[in-house]
């Protein structure tokens, strides 16, 4: 049976919002045009470019199965196919005034702005964007920059650190737990207490996840000025947005669990690859 970890986090926003009738439910085609304007169809598809490091969970070398593994990535990443996939969650339990309103200010000059640049951040190499990204957090710190203290309230408003280590934790296990019932890892712990030894280190990954998201923000917003950060972030800070945020974390995570508990699974079809 799949197991469905991550089922509570979007039972929970569930029960937030409220039973919604249909009338209240949004159309498939207004959520296809909310993911547009709003730029998260690009952040979905791009966690494609992060399951390449799929096998590093299970203690194994990623390059090891060569095009394999690339060919067993695309396939269970499919783009479109979770795109569709964030679609149908999204009209389970995104009412028409929260589509509204986190369209509405995407839509708008500084939005068309924020996520053209959000999107670039998506699809750049992660080895160049993370070498600049630290370039520019290392000046924006030796000058004190606001920006700083922006990004990291920024961060507070869309519950960003919290959300992704409960998820992450969350996502491991369903990996690994994957992994182990595949018969490719001989990972010999609990559910249990491999959830609770990854809690153990939630310390550690709230430095982790914090120092990445201020390299990642410093990359992404370098070409726009204080002042548009200032006015992003009190967008971000109404309490609509933060419902809005509430949600599509909640089912990226949920897509993100289910893909790599699917690619943990087919992992006994891949063979090592040797050079002859």
């Known amino acids: 049976m799949k197991l469905n970890i991550l089922a509570p986090v979007f039972a929970f926003v569930l029960m937030i919002l409220g039973t919604l009738s249909v009338a209240q439910a949004a159309e498939e085609q207004d959520i296809r045009e909310f993911l547009e304007v709003t ?40 783009p479109d196919e979770m795109i569709a996939e964030a679609v149908e969650m999204i009209a389970a339990v995104m009412p028409d005034d929260l589509l509204d309103h986190g369209a509405g200010f995407y839509g708008s000059a500084l939005g068309q ?11 750049a190499d992660d080895t160049k964007k993370y070498a600049e990204g630290e370039r520019l957090t290392g000046e924006l710190l030796e000058q004190n920059s606001i920006r700083i203290e922006l990004f990291r309230e920024m961060g507070k408003a869309i519950g960003s650190t919290e959300t992704a280590i409960k998820s992450i934790v969350e996502i491991q296990v369903r990996y690994l737990m994957g992994a182990v019932a595949a018969g490719v890892s001989d990972f010999d712990i609990s559910e249990e207490d491999l959830r609770l030894m990854l809690m153990e280190q939630a310390g550690e990954m709230r430095k982790n996840i914090e120092v990445n998201s201020l390299v990642a923000n410093a990359y992404a917003y370098r070409d726009l000025t204080d002042e548009a950060l200032i006015d992003y972030l009190a967008a971000l800070q109404d309490p609509k947005m933060g419902q809005v945020y509430e949600i599509l974390n909640a089912v990226q995570y949920q897509i993100m669990a289910e893909r790599y508990e699917t690619l943990a699974s087919r992992l ?3 063979q090592p690859e040797q050079e002859l």
């Open 39 to 78: 730029g998260f169809d690009v952040a979905i598809a791009s966690i494609q470019q992060g399951a390449m490091a799929g096998p590093a969970m299970t203690g194994e070398d990623p390059d090891m199965f060569g095009r394999q593994w690339v060919q067993l990535a695309e396939e269970v990443f499919n």
């Open 113 to 123: 702005r924020l996520v053209e640049v959000e999107n670039e951040s998506h699809m």
């Open 268 to 270: 006994a079809d891949l």
